[in-house]
């Protein structure tokens, strides 16, 4: 019976690499319109190569930028920057389609629901509190909840407790089958594979189930709890 669904939270609820590129793109003119004088797509390598080292998350990425090529900061470029990339990513900041349709259904279906993500606890609740996710969700759990990386079991097994329900009550869905669906799998959860997430190209994701829509989840669940219409 399951009584529980779990979501991964970038490309799984939301279109985290599509708003960063967006947000990304529009901080590149922003600063060249500002002054800096490197071609965009140097200026974006160079970004990439910063995120590669530092992570996906990496609050200052445009003052070591500007730090990593001149050994100075120009706080006009990095402010034109950084204005530019937060419009920007305010703009593309949507779930994915069905999403909230998605949910409304689960929580009618009187599930808890719950989020287990790698990101920062600040970073993960401003986007859920953007999208105004933050009242939906039962249990959240993040890095800084266990300082264990997804597919360590530390923060599948701390969800459970959150929501106070069995391995084998809950269902797990993720974009990153070598993290959400391996570490769901080894604590005894299902395992949803958001196909319709997926930025590395998996062709087997040895998930229960795989998805091209998250609206999929609906029926899932009923199938499992023996109500399929």
Do not use: C
Not at 163 to 192: C, F, H, N, Y
């Amino acid at each position: 019976m399951i009584r529980a669904v779990v979501f991964d939270l970038d490309n799984t609820l939301v279109d985290f690499m599509g708003m960063k590129r967006q947000a990304i793109d529009a901080a590149i003119h922003a600063m060249q319109d500002a002054g800096l004088k490197l071609p965009a797509e140097k200026i974006r390598a160079r970004i990439d190569e910063i995120y590669k080292l530092k992570g996906i998350e990496f609050q200052n990425v445009f003052d070591q930028l500007l730090y990593d090529e001149f050994s100075k900061i120009d706080y006009k470029i990095l402010s034109s920057g950084i204005i530019a990339y937060r419009r920007a990513r305010e703009a593309a900041l949507v779930p994915y389609p069905h999403v909230y349709m998605t949910l409304m259904e689960l929580m009618k279906m009187q599930l808890r629901l719950g989020v287990v993500s790698d990101a920062p606890v600040k970073e993960a609740w401003l986007r859920l509190s953007y999208l105004n996710f933050h009242h939906i969700f039962d249990a959240v759990v993040t890095f800084d909840d266990t300082g264990e990386r997804k597919p360590a079991p530390g923060p599948f097994r701390k969800v459970l407790e959150k929501l106070s329900v069995k391995p084998v009550e809950a269902l797990m869905i993720g974009d990153w089958a070598e993290r959400d669906v391996v570490g769901a799998k080894q604590v005894g959860m299902k395992t949803v594979f958001a196909r319709y997430g997926d930025t590395f190209g998996t062709v087997h994701s040895h998930a229960d189930y795989d998805i091209n829509d998250i609206s999929e989840l609906i029926n899932i669940v009923r199938r499992e709890n023996g109500k399929e219409s």
